[in-house]
């Protein structure tokens, strides 16, 4: 199942994002945005997480974890 | 008797106007001149230093000085009222022992002279003290009194404040005069708040005045950035958040405001990808404050972890305060490890705008908390146009009100305004 994710990159590969994107496209990942903080955030499928965790540049690999705010009826918001 | 002379001092115009009680307050501190209250009445206090007998001078003002003489005893029935005695020269307050003279230089000096036994100095004006709050008939909310936003002279003046959260009401009346950049990252949703918490905490921290002049915002005249990070329905994506903080870095936002979270576990760590958003924030400039969630219930003995990002060791969490200055049954606590609490606000019962028709609205959380922090900030920028982020973020702190409460739950205690 294709996932939203985000991944944080190791510092030590900052300057290389070109190669790091192309390696990021070989395993199957669809590239939404890239921060220059190094963060990169997509569209992967699940079964290729592990493929890409293993990456020397990819630090941390996480799903997008949504963020919600109670409905505007409540009253502790 | 002559009429005392007075000096002018509050709620005249140059007292109660912040930007010309301020230039009248540095004019007196820096320019040195001289001040142009005065110190005396022009008149005189005899004073019995041994007992309340005054038939000596009281022969004195009659026969050398040829005064007229009223006595407080004279005053049984009406009150003392400067009015009832003009007439008199000397007005003596028998139980007192002392006397109140309206009498030349000369007749004073003989006086002093004459009455070993008394003392003679001038009257003094009596002032309200300088230190007074001057604003003190501008009524606002309990969280801006208590912050001591009514009592800044600072506004947000030129100081970019972005809001990330369900976007703004462009077309809010208390916003009619205000210059709002506004932008979604909410894919096929424009900026327009369509849920009410983003207006809500715009209102808080860059917002004035309801419609009846209530006050209810801290930086009212920021530079109000509006970021729509969170869908209509109140939820956004983690890359919808760190588009928002990336736009509000790139306009020069020196202050980034987000009322919102994800609860976190005990045991769990902080998201790596906002503490790097957080902190290429802080080398261009600009501070996130985040909040610390509402997932504890205090009564029940409950405490959760302060939420995602405010988790961050670069982002301020904020907690929420109810108006006795007590933790907000609902507000998280620091428990992982560095995870903290960094300071607290009000977040109880609190009033801002919404959308509208409603227009404005009484809530409660950590999400009302974070945008009084974020508006201080803004205060502490204007102040400190050439400080650092760091110094700014040290002197929130320096200045925050010390409470009577764990640090895990406050952080350094309520923030207050410069």
Not at chain 2, 28 to 45: I, K, N, W
Not at chain 2, 379 to 396: D, S
Not at chain 2, 404 to 414: A, N
């Amino acid at each position: 199942m294709k996932k939203n994710i985000v991944i944080t990159l190791n510092d030590h590969y900052l300057e290389e994002i070109d190669n790091t994107l192309s390696n990021l496209r070989k395993e199957g990942m669809i590239i939404k945005n890239v921060y220059e903080f190094g963060v990169i955030s997509g569209v992967l499928e699940e079964e290729n997480f592990s493929k890409i965790r293993a990456l020397d540049e990819v630090l941390l690999l996480k799903e997008d974890k949504n963020i919600n705010i109670p409905p505007p009826s409540g009253g502790i918001q | 008797m002559r009429q005392p002379i007075l000096g002018k001092r509050t709620f005249l115009k140059e007292n109660t106007d912040h930007s010309k009680a301020f230039e009248k307050y540095m004019n007196e501190c820096y320019e040195r001149v001289a001040s142009s209250v005065p110190l005396f009445t022009g008149r005189h206090l005899m004073v019995n230093t041994k007992g309340n007998d005054f038939k000596s001078p009281q022969k004195l003002f009659k026969d050398k000085l040829n005064f007229k003489i009223a006595n407080s005893r004279d005053f049984i029935s009406e009150n003392l009222n400067e009015t009832s005695f003009t007439d008199a020269d000397a007005l003596i307050y028998d139980e007192l022992g002392i006397a109140l003279i309206d009498g030349n230089e000369e007749q004073i000096r003989m006086l002093e002279a004459e009455s070993s036994d008394f003392i003679i100095q001038p009257e003094r004006v009596v002032y309200v003290p300088d230190d007074l709050p001057v604003s003190i008939n501008i009524p606002a909310t309990w969280g801006l009194n208590v912050t001591r936003v009514v009592d800044s002279n600072f506004t947000g003046r030129d100081v970019k404040i972005a809001v990330l959260d369900t976007g703004f009401d462009a077309n809010h009346p208390d916003f009619c005069d205000r210059e709002v950049v506004a932008e979604s990252f909410v894919p096929n949703e424009t900026s327009k708040d369509m849920h009410g918490h983003g207006t809500h905490c715009i209102g808080t921290a860059c917002g004035n005045k309801d419609s009846q002049g209530f006050r209810y915002g801290v930086a009212k005249s920021a530079n109000i950035y509006a970021g729509k990070v969170l869908s209509n329905e109140g939820s956004g994506a983690q890359s919808w958040i760190l588009n928002g903080i990336t736009w509000a870095v790139k306009n020069n936002c020196k202050v980034i405001s987000m009322s919102l979270g994800s609860k976190i576990y005990p045991g769990e760590g902080y998201d790596l990808a906002y503490e790097k958003a957080a902190k290429f924030a802080l080398s261009n400039g600009a501070i996130t404050v985040a909040a610390a969630g509402n997932d504890s219930r205090r009564s029940f003995k409950q405490y959760i972890p302060v939420s995602s990002p405010a988790n961050c060791p670069s982002v301020l969490a904020v907690g929420a305060l109810d108006s006795n200055l007590n933790v907000a049954d609902f507000s998280n606590r620091s428990i992982n490890p560095e995870s903290q609490i960094d300071i607290a606000a009000p977040g109880v019962s609190i009033y801002s705008s919404w959308i509208m028709p409603t227009r404005n609205r009484t809530i409660s959380g950590t999400s009302m908390a974070t945008p009084h922090i974020a508006g201080i900030l803004g205060l502490l920028c204007e102040k400190y146009p050439e400080g650092t982020i760091y110094e700014i973020k040290e002197e929130l702190r320096n200045m925050a009100r010390r409470l009577p409460l764990p640090g895990i739950d406050v952080g350094v205690g309520l923030a207050i305004a410069p």
